[in-house]
C-alpha cells in the first residue's frame, strides 16, 4: 500500500487526521454487522454499507486516487460480482446437492454440520455475498457519479 | 411523448391504488399473514434455522429468493451506471 500522504489534494488536517483513524473501526464496524447479523439487528445490507461508506469517506476526505488506494477499481469491481455470484452460487450448490434452490439443509451432504446448523450457516454465506455486493456497488456507485465516469477527481 | 408517458404513470399508479382497496386492513388480526405465517415464523424460526434474530432467519432463508432478486437489483443499478457513465479521460 503507498503512502497515505502521498497524495497532498484533500481537506485540512484535523479532517484527514481524524478520518485515517477512523476508517479501521468503521470497517471493523461493518465487519462486526455483517457477521453478527444472527443474533443482533444487522445483515448483508447494513454491514456492506457501512463497509462501502468508509471507503466514500476516505475519498471524501482526501480524493479518489486515495481511496483507489485501499481499494483498487479492479478489486472492487471484482468483488461486487463475487458477491452476487457466492449468493446464486451457493442457492445452486443446494439444488445439486438434492434439495430446492436455496434450501441449505441440502449442503449438509457436503459437510456434515446437521441440516439445522447449515440453515444458520448457508444464511451467513448468503450475507457475505450480499455484504460484498453492496459494499462494491455503493462504492461504485459514488465514484461515477462524482466524477462523471472518469474515477480520476471528485468531489 | 411526455404526455403518453405521464398518462401510463397515471393509469397505473391509478391501478395500483384502486388495487389496494382489496389488501386486508393494516393490523387485520383475521388476514392470511397474521393468521398463520407469521405465527409460523415466530414459533418455527428458531428451531428450524438456529437463527436467534427471526428477521435474519425470515430475510436469509424463508425469503431468500427475495433477498437474492433484491442483490441483483443493486448489482444491476451498479452497472447502469458503470455503463452510462464510465469512460477514460484519453487527453
Known amino acids: 500500500m503507498r503512502d497515505i500522504h502521498e497524495h497532498s489534494a484533500g481537506e485540512d488536517l484535523i479532517i484527514k487526521t481524524s478520518v485515517r483513524l477512523l476508517v479501521p473501526f468503521i470497517q471493523l464496524f461493518g465487519l462486526y454487522v455483517i457477521v453478527h447479523g444472527h443474533y443482533s439487528p444487522g445483515g448483508g445490507f447494513q454491514g456492506g454499507v457501512i463497509l462501502g461508506s468508509s471507503f466514500i469517506l476516505l475519498a471524501l476526505a482526501y480524493d479518489l486516487k486515495t481511496s483507489q488506494d485501499y481499494m483498487p477499481v479492479w478489486a472492487n469491481a471484482l468483488l461486487g460480482n463475487i458477491g452476487p455470484v457466492i449468493f446464486i452460487g451457493v442457492g445452486a450448490l443446494c439444488a445439486i446437492f438434492g434439495g430446492l434452490f436455496l434450501d441449505y439443509s441440502a449442503l449438509d451432504v457436503l459437510i456434515p454440520l446437521g441440516p439445522v446448523e447449515w440453515r444458520s450457516f448457508g444464511i451467513f454465506l448468503v450475507e457475505v455475498g450480499v455484504g460484498l455486493a453492496v459494499m462494491s456497488i455503493m462504492l461504485l456507485l459514488y465514484w461515477n457519479l462524482s466524477s462523471g465516469g472518469a474515477l480520476d477527481e471528485g468531489l | ?91
Open chain 2, 1 to 91: 411523448m411526455k404526455t403518453l408517458a405521464l398518462l401510463a404513470t397515471l393509469v397505473t399508479g391509478a391501478l395500483l391504488l384502486y388495487g389496494t382497496r382489496d389488501f386486508p386492513a393494516w393490523g387485520d388480526p383475521q388476514a392470511p399473514a397474521s393468521t398463520y405465517l407469521s405465527p409460523v415464523y415466530i414459533e418455527k424460526a428458531v428451531e428450524q434455522t438456529h437463527v436467534p434474530n427471526i428477521v435474519t432467519a425470515v430475510l436469509g432463508d424463508y425469503r431468500g429468493y427475495d433477498t437474492m432478486f433484491e442483490t441483483v437489483v443493486i448489482y444491476c443499478a451498479g452497472m447502469a451506471v458503470v455503463s452510462v457513465l464510465r469512460r477514460n479521460r484519453e487527453e
